[in-house]
């Protein structure tokens, strides 16, 4: 996996329906705040712009295309004890899931899930998303206890690495469960008024979430078999900020800073359109680049200073090619002590250059004066290389 860096680096309800009275329910998470906002928006009506139904109601899979013409599809399932879903409050209704506003009292559309009891196993919601996305939030409904019935949910998401990610929670005033670090809540008392069994929730990772899971069980004092009622809000989630180059005039340009350091990485998620063709640069300077060969295989370089002049690259040979359509998270890092250049795709060493010799990355006027740090576009002896690509979060340490 991409090693840690060390220097500086550029719901269920009690069946006592009496206990509810005067609730408000005003949004509890964050919006999510990056450049690009999207909301998929629960409406019992038909699926209009970013408003979404759940038809057939009862089903246990859903696919969302294009949410909030985010470009984003998403897809919604549900396993484990998913027999023991059942209308809303076995009013006659349509089974679970579905899109009603009974649960907010008349207010906002929600996913309303209702069972009549499951094992130990419970049920678990799991989303996953056609792209990777940076941020995400809802809130949840009834997170109430009261005797045997009560309800306990783990929430987590994973990311592009594999990695398992917590949310942060956002609680009500008095709320009627407790929650933790580690994406548990649990149930501890009845509803009485206003917003407290209902909590919000967020993600958000600079390696970008790929899925999330809910797993709903009953409350750890509670017992198995008896009811639970749960829902959902809309769900807000945003993608990360991309630089698109049309593989004509565009980069992104600074004067160039890297010179006598002893390490350095750079790293970045990019994506290659579908008529890409190598070769072309991802970012970097003349003394330091990580760019893409004829091939479309990923490759470093450095040159380095004192007391042996050496230019290095990491070798093609069992590296794949890269794929378009795809976001990659790609870097390199190169470490004059461990006297290695490597390259990572996707978190997983792919190549290394070893016995890398001399002190640091070379410096100079003939390396740097006429030749800037540059995202996109790689300036050598009066002509460029254009990457017709796009990039995100690109950075450098």
Known sequence: MFPSKTKSRLLFFPAILSLIVNVSFAQLHETTGCVNNFTLDWTSNSNVGASFNWLPAGSINQSFSNVDNSGIDMNIAFSGDTYALEDWNFQGGSDTPNVDNIATNGNDDVLHLFNSGYSDKGITMTVTFSEPIFGLGFDLYHVNAGGSNGDKYTIVATNTPGETIYPVFTE?????????????????????????????????????????????????????????????????FCTPQTLDFDGNNDYVSRDAFMEGNNESTMMSWIKLDGDFSGPAEIMGQRNFRLFINNANKLRTFVKTDSPV?????????????????????????????????????????????????????????????????????????GGSILSKDSISKARNA
């Open 172 to 236: 009500s005033g008095t709320p009627s469960y407790t929650t933790n670090n580690v994406g548990v809540i649990n149930a501890n008392s009845p509803s009485t008024a206003g917003d407290n069994a209902q909590v919000g929730l967020n993600f958000y990772d600079e390696d970008l979430i790929v899925s999330i899971t809910l797993l709903w069980q009953d409350c750890n004092t509670c017992s198995n078999g008896f009811v639970h009622r749960s829902a959902i809000g809309s769900i807000s």
């Open 309 to 381: 002049l050496s230019s290095n690259s990491t070798s093609a040979n069992d590296v794949a090619a890269l794929e378009t359509d795809l976001w990659y998270h790609v870097a390199t890092i190169y470490d004059a002590n461990a006297r290695t250049l490597t390259l990572y795709l996707n978190g997983e060493e792919i190549a290394r250059k070893d016995n890398v010799l001399g002190n640091g990355i070379i410096g100079g006027d003939s390396w740097n004066d006429n030749h800037d740090f540059e995202i996109s576009n790689f300036h050598s002896k």
